[in-house]
């Protein structure tokens, strides 16, 4: 009687369905007393047909559902605002259902869609260089979270996402458990049937994310953003991996291609007079040369409060040249969706002016 009172007296909280990967669902699921199958049911339900309620549902017996309500909750992030680029890209703030803003961007090209994400309101890096950083940490991403900023951007473009990139805000092996739950719901036939190759995780250089990612079953693609291979201009524009010095990086990264046979990408904003020097480019190509990695030159992209300047494009060319050299691969990324910031290392949490 009086646990009954007590129930009937206190409003139970009811848990973020988002919080569940896979395994949790089934776990959910068992706890109401359902078979193993349901869980499949309920996750193409949140993540491929995007049903905005459990009472939506319909193929899910009643009480299964009121289970479900009286237990869980099931908000979509909603859409603040989306900015369409002249390129095509459009770039969205989504508020979550604290009222946090997170923001991701729909990048189409011919009958691809690449959709980047966020892995974390904000990050607690502190890279000089980008405006999530310069924003400071508010708090990791459930699970669904991240899934329904790609799906609900795929909608929006009416095609399915081709790619998935963990580029937007946020440091993903930082919010490790979560992505790769987020990830494998990406890549499931319940979720969004997107190839594991094509799902990236692009990460600052935490090393025990990398090392824990180098012996996951999928075929995953990493990308490390580098940014400078000379240890003290790294430590000083990259102050959230101070603790783990580039000979780690590297030796882990080595590992990592030996492990998986996968070829990691090496992400190098450029920043003219920072770490463009012939020092900087040296000490790149002796970290890039003699295994499995291939170099993206990113012209930096300017971010508020700084006033980083691109190298001009014969400096772009000296380096590419110098990795030629060592037989390193390399490209130039071509960004996109720059006149609505919302290139890479430009993402925060707050609305933007339009743009006209
Ligand atoms: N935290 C992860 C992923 C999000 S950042 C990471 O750091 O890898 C996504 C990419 O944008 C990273 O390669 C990051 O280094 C890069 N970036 C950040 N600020 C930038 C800027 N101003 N110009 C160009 N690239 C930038
Ligand atoms: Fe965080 Fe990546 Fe930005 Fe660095 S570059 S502050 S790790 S989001």
Redesign the pocket.
Known sequence: MASRRHRADVAPTRIDIAAYDAAGLAGVLADLGQPAYRTKQVASWLYSRLAPAFDEMTDLPTALRSGLNERYSLQHPSLDQMQPSKDGTRKYLWRLPDGVMVESVGIPAGDRLTVCYSTQAG?A?G?T?????RGGFVRDLLVGEMVWQVALVAKDFGVRASNAV???????LQNYDATLGALRLMNAREGMEIGARHLTI???GVIPGIERLAREPEQFTL???L?SAVQSTRNRIMPGVRRWPLPLLRDTLVDYTQRTSRRPTL?F?LIAGENDTQAEITALVAFARGWMCHVNL?P????EGTD?ARPDASRMAAVTAALAAAGVESSIRVERGTDIDA????LTQHHRRTVG
């Open positions: 990050c890096m890279c260089f980008c405006a999530t950083g963990a580029m937007g805000q946020g440091e993903p692009s990460t600052c990308a490390v953003s940014h992400e904003a990113i930096v992209n300017p971010v980083m290139a890479c290392g430009q």
